[in-house]
Structure formats: structure tokens, C-alpha cells
């Protein structure tokens, strides 16, 4: 096993296919990336609308969010109908702070 496994989860069942086995592993490898990938960018949409409310503008920060949720859509992690409603509302917000 090795160290970048941070966690895991528990299953009561497990599968005694060789292919299942190795598709669970797969899995959970997957589950673990994307993970990351949707709270680095939950993350920047947070901050995105943070730097918009404050009074900013948050150009930086609203350019990054948009690249984030574009990555992920790319990745597949989420629906491009998704990423197109998230960078909407963000646009939205940073609209009307204006």
C-alpha cells in the first residue's frame, strides 16, 4: 500500500473477482482525486464571491474559480450543464455587485 492513500472506506462486502478487486481499487483511487479536485474548487468559487462582496471586484480570484470549474468539467468530475450553471451564478453575482 502506499502512503498517498489517505483514506479509505470501509465495505462490508468485499469481492473475491480479481477484476471487481481491481476495479474497486481503481475506484477508490478515483473517489480520492476527485475530492480534491471539487473542493479546490468549491474553494474558489468561495473565494470568488468573497472577493466580489467585499467590494473588489474579484477579478483574480473569479478569473481562477472560472478556470477551476472549467478543469473539472474537462476532467469529467462534473457535467458541463453543471459548470456552465456555476460559472453563470458566479458571473451573476459579480455582475450585480457592479
Do not use: F
Amino acid at each position: 500500500m502506499s502512503a498517498a492513500r489517505v483514506e479509505t472506506r470501509t465495505s462490508r462486502a468485499v469481492a473475491n473477482i480479481r477484476s471487481q478487486i481491481k476495479r474497486n481499487r481503481q475506484n477508490e483511487k478515483r473517489r480520492v482525486r476527485n475530492k480534491s479536485v471539487r473542493s479546490e474548487m468549491r474553494t474558489r468559487s468561495k473565494r470568488a464571491v468573497e472577493a466580489i462582496e467585499s467590494g473588489d471586484g474579484g477579478g483574480e480570484a473569479l478569473r481562477l474559480a472560472i478556470k477551476r470549474i472549467d478543469k473539472a468539467a474537462a476532467k469529467g468530475i462534473i457535467h458541463k450543464n453543471q459548470a456552465a450553471n456555476r460559472k453563470s451564478r458566479l458571473m451573476k453575482r459579480a455582475a450585480a455587485a457592479e
